[in-house]
């Protein structure tokens, strides 16, 4: 309809010849129209709030997403309102009201603007006392379920470590349990009906997060059931020849020595032994060689082989590498809940936030750890070595 009337005026089109434009013509083109036509009508004291009060209770209920597409709307104009830009319709304001004086425009725009703002008031009102009244749906509660259980659990989707165990089982017993809470999330997204827009990546932030939380839990579990010796490797010599010794100490025993960093740049020469394959002029120890394992290629963490000790990102403390035994790795069991369901999530308010909720996501599990040799390779000097 607007384009219709925008193209009243034109001239008629010639056949054959390539015409183009400028310029809105949809229906937020007309907002200023609108505003200067409210700025025409609006009562000196203008309070639609209460009026309307009603009418924004039976949206609330019936169709909260439009309501929202309001709020936003209002919040454009009063924002269009205090834009120096608007004043610039002073004129046509002081043409088609009889009788303006020079503070007429001002004084009706600033009405408008507070007869917006109570109503937009009016729609928060309406809109965070329907939020505290609707209870948190238990399908939305299972949905994240589903979510953070799809990727942290399995051999071919989990992360460094739990996908190097030997085994990986769902068992129904309860083992240890631990609880990640995710604290100050919006009431509305897991309310029925929904009072939030929810991000579009939703489920794939929140199964990647777990993801990779349970593979820092796990870790932290198996260096402590380890006890890795420590040992300084605070120079690029001293770093290798601790891997190689301690590798010679792990196959004694007929295991498969691994080396966990936590960044393929840490320490900063294991950063430029890599690049030495395409630079000669890197410098790099002259028994050892970067490889790539194919049998490893895509296994989660995996960046390569320091001659024939794979390399992997895992989430450890900075400072220090650590060498383990593939083998130590043995079974891990992951109490299911039924439904392949790993992970029970549970939600507690906010204490005198109640458009806010914390969500707690209750897990547990068992592993079989084999204290085979390990070391702690500081490559960054301790406290507690320094003292």
Same mark, same amino acid.
């Given at each position: 309809?607007?384009? @219709?009337?925008?193209?009243?005026?034109?001239?008629?089109?010639?056949?054959?010849?390539?015409?183009?434009?400028?310029?809105?013509?949809?229906?937020? /083109?007309?907002?200023?129209?609108?505003?200067?036509?409210? #700025?025409? =009508?609006?009562?000196?004291?203008?309070? !639609?709030?209460? /009026?309307?009060?009603?009418?924004?209770?039976?949206?609330?209920?019936?169709? @909260?997403?439009?309501?929202? @597409?309001?709020?936003?709307?209002?919040?454009?104009?009063?924002?269009?309102?205090?834009?120096? $830009?608007?004043?610039?319709?002073?004129?046509?304001?002081? #043409?088609?009201?009889?009788? =303006?004086?020079?503070?007429?425009?001002?004084?009706?725009?600033?009405?408008?603007?507070?007869?917006?703002?109570?109503?937009?008031?009016?729609?928060?009102?309406?809109?965070?006392?329907?939020?505290?009244?609707?209870?948190?749906?238990?399908?939305?509660?299972?949905?994240?379920?589903?979510?953070?259980?799809?990727?942290?659990?399995?051999?071919?989707?989990?992360?460094?470590?739990?996908?190097?165990?030997?085994?990986?089982?769902?068992?129904?017993?309860?083992?240890?349990?631990?609880?990640?809470? +995710?604290?100050?999330?919006?009431?509305?997204?897991?309310?029925?009906?929904?009072?939030?827009?929810?991000?579009?990546? $939703? /489920?794939?932030?929140?199964?990647?997060?777990?993801?990779?939380?349970?593979?820092?839990?796990?870790?932290? @579990? +198996?260096?402590?059931?380890?006890?890795?010796?420590?040992?300084?490797?605070?120079?690029?010599?001293?770093?290798?020849?601790? +891997?190689?010794?301690? =590798? +010679?100490?792990?196959?004694?025993?007929?295991?498969? !020595?691994?080396?966990?960093?936590?960044? !393929?740049?840490? !320490?900063?020469?294991?950063?430029?032994?890599?690049?030495?394959?395409?630079?000669?002029?890197?410098?790099?120890?002259?028994?050892?060689?970067?490889?790539?394992?194919?049998?490893?290629?895509?296994? /989660?963490?995996?960046?390569?082989?320091?001659?024939?000790i794979a390399v992997y990102i895992a989430p450890i403390p900075h400072g220090a590498s650590f060498l383990i035994a593939r083998e130590s790795l043995g079974a891990i069991r992951f109490t299911d809940f039924g439904d392949d369901i790993f992970v029970k999530v549970e939600h507690s308010l906010v204490a005198d936030k109640p458009s806010l909720i914390n969500l707690h996501l209750k897990w547990a599990y068992e592993m079989d750890i084999e204290k085979y040799p390990a070391l702690e390779l500081r490559y960054i000097k301790s406290k507690e070595s320094d003292a």
């Amino acid at each position: 309809m607007v384009d @219709d009337i925008a193209g009243i005026r034109k001239p008629e089109m010639v056949s054959g010849r390539i015409y183009s434009g400028w310029g809105e013509d949809d229906y937020a /083109s007309l907002r200023d129209g609108q505003m200067v036509l409210l #700025c025409l =009508a609006v009562p000196e004291h203008w309070n !639609p709030g209460g /009026s309307f009060k009603g009418l924004i209770q039976q949206w609330a209920a019936e169709n @909260d997403v439009a309501l929202r @597409d309001l709020e936003t709307y209002l919040g454009q104009l009063i924002l269009r309102l205090e834009h120096q $830009e608007f004043q610039g319709y002073q004129s046509i304001f002081n #043409c088609l009201k009889e009788g =303006a004086g020079d503070n007429a425009f001002t004084d009706a725009s600033t009405s408008v603007k507070q007869g917006l703002e109570d109503l937009l008031d009016t729609i928060k009102s309406v809109r965070e006392q329907s939020l505290v009244n609707l209870a948190i749906s238990q399908s939305r509660l299972r949905e994240v379920a589903l979510w953070v259980s799809s990727k942290a659990f399995s051999k071919d989707l989990a992360a460094f470590p739990v996908s190097v165990f030997n085994r990986i089982q769902s068992v129904t017993t309860q083992g240890q349990e631990y609880t990640l809470n +995710i604290n100050s999330m919006n009431k509305g997204e897991f309310t029925e009906p929904e009072m939030v827009q929810r991000a579009v990546n $939703e /489920s794939d932030w929140f199964s990647k997060s777990f993801r990779e939380y349970t593979a820092g839990q796990v870790m932290a @579990d +198996i260096l402590k059931a380890l006890s890795p010796v420590k040992t300084d490797a605070s120079s690029p010599d001293q770093y290798w020849e601790q +891997i190689k010794r301690g =590798a +010679i100490d792990i196959r004694a025993k007929k295991l498969t !020595p691994i080396l966990l960093v936590d960044n !393929p740049t840490q !320490p900063e020469w294991l950063w430029k032994w890599s690049l030495s394959e395409y630079d000669e002029n890197t410098e790099r120890p002259k028994d050892l060689r970067m490889l790539r394992d194919k049998a490893l290629d895509g296994s /989660s963490g995996y960046q390569g082989s320091l001659n024939d000790i794979a390399v992997y990102i895992a989430p450890i403390p900075h400072g220090a590498s650590f060498l383990i035994a593939r083998e130590s790795l043995g079974a891990i069991r992951f109490t299911d809940f039924g439904d392949d369901i790993f992970v029970k999530v549970e939600h507690s308010l906010v204490a005198d936030k109640p458009s806010l909720i914390n969500l707690h996501l209750k897990w547990a599990y068992e592993m079989d750890i084999e204290k085979y040799p390990a070391l702690e390779l500081r490559y960054i000097k301790s406290k507690e070595s320094d003292a």
